[in-house]
């Protein structure tokens, strides 16, 4: 298995422009997860998927944030319009979620986001 | 307000060296504990996880020790090598309106000098 694939690795952009970042995860995986790490706040936790339905979105940012997940195989992460601030490793992990509670995550490799 | 704090910060030791990183949780209602490792550029890698009933759980050279009732957690790393260093994060999961929500620490960075 190829693990979970992110694209694109590096991001450069300039404020007020749309960044879209993707993840295709684990196949045969249920949950999907989107986080955001940065040397001040460590790992934040955006939103999270499970059979493709946003369960929890509590730490989306702001409105400029919005996820899809049209489905099983693929996941979006816009950032519309960016603001220097939104600069960081944006991770997705994946995980196979059973009745005892979400399974052993596994992370992708992330992209690095910079708005100038 | 949940939280998970991690000490110390950062940590060298000497190659060989055993090492122990801390973990004290406020989560609750608790689910399970985890950590991980990060390599510099790269995502977090699972190294153990423990569940309420486990007070020990091994990995190689990684053993997670859990105290449920104080909420404390630590990692003991043995014989350490050029290879361990990383971060190293603690991650809590309670539930909380029906699903698992995820608390994580801000890690600890470790080196390991030759």
């Known amino acids: 298995d190829a693990g979970v694939i992110q694209s694109p690795r590096h991001e450069v952009t300039e404020m007020g422009q749309e960044v879209t970042l993707r993840c295709k995860p684990i196949s045969g995986h249920n949950s999907l997860f989107w986080y955001r790490q940065t040397m001040m706040r460590g790992l934040e936790l955006l939103i999270y998927f499970n059979n493709n339905v946003p369960i929890d979105d509590s730490g989306m940012p702001e409105d400029r944030f919005s996820a899809k997940m049209p489905n099983a195989s693929f996941s979006t992460l816009k950032i519309q319009p960016s603001e220097p601030r939104d600069s960081a490793v944006y991770f997705c992990a994946s995980s196979l979620s059973l009745a005892g509670g979400p399974g052993e995550q596994f992370f992708g490799p992330g992209t690095r986001l910079t708005v100038l | 307000k949940n939280q998970v704090e991690q000490s110390p910060q950062s940590l060298i030791i000497l190659e060989g060296k055993n090492c122990t990183l801390q973990?004290?949780?406020?989560?609750?209602?608790?689910?399970?504990l985890r950590w991980y490792k990060q390599d510099t550029g790269r995502g977090p890698v699972s190294l153990t996880i423990?569940?309420?009933?486990?007070n020990t759980k091994s990995n190689g050279r990684y053993t997670a020790t859990l105290d449920a009732d104080t909420k404390q957690s630590s990692l003991h790393i043995t014989a350490s090598q050029l290879s361990d260093s990383a971060s190293y994060i603690c991650v809590v999961l309670n539930l909380s309106g029906g699903y698992q929500k995820v608390t994580f620490g801000t890690g600890t960075k470790l080196q390991v000098i030759p």
């Open positions: 423990m569940t309420f009933s486990e």
């Open positions: 973990c004290n949780y406020t989560v609750s209602p608790f689910s399970n």
